[in-house]
């Protein structure tokens, strides 16, 4: 059974830097693509970042580009997404996802594309 775990969230300032871990399990992330998104109270998910089971393709939505990043752990079958700056719009619950069967083209930034889930991890930001 495919599980996706996310951990690293909690409490910080606005500023602060933080790195949110999502570990695969039941399955090794050889193929297709995976994802983050978040979603704050009163409002809908929103894509962040992907990246392809190679890493050589990343994608980062522009609202997060230059502050977000979307990386790879390859032994450990691990990706990360480093939150730098954080602000208080940034406040939500934070979702990495799974799209074994992305092949080619672009990376999967619709939540109807992903089929894998995780729990969900909580990062509020505070003044």
């Known amino acids: 059974q495919v599980q996706l775990v996310e951990s690293g969230g909690g409490p910080v300032q606005s500023g602060d830097s933080l790195r949110l871990s999502c570990t695969v399990s039941?399955?090794?992330?050889?193929?297709?693509?995976m994802g983050w998104f978040r979603q704050a109270p009163g409002k809908e998910r929103e894509f962040l970042a992907a990246?392809?089971?190679?890493?050589?393709?990343?994608r980062h939505e522009d609202s997060v580009k230059g502050r977000f990043d979307i990386s790879k752990d390859y032994p450990k079958d691990t990706v990360y997404l480093q939150m730098n700056s954080l602000k208080l719009e940034d406040t939500a619950v934070y979702y990495c996802?799974?799209?074994?069967?992305?092949?080619?083209?672009?990376?999967?930034?619709?939540?109807?594309?992903?089929?894998?889930w995780g729990q969900g991890t909580q990062v509020t930001v505070s003044s």
């Open positions: 039941g399955r090794a992330f050889n193929s297709g693509a």
């Open positions: 990246i392809s089971y190679s890493g050589a393709i990343r």
């Open positions: 996802a799974a799209d074994f069967n992305w092949a080619h083209g672009a990376l999967p930034t619709s939540d109807f594309q992903y089929d894998y």
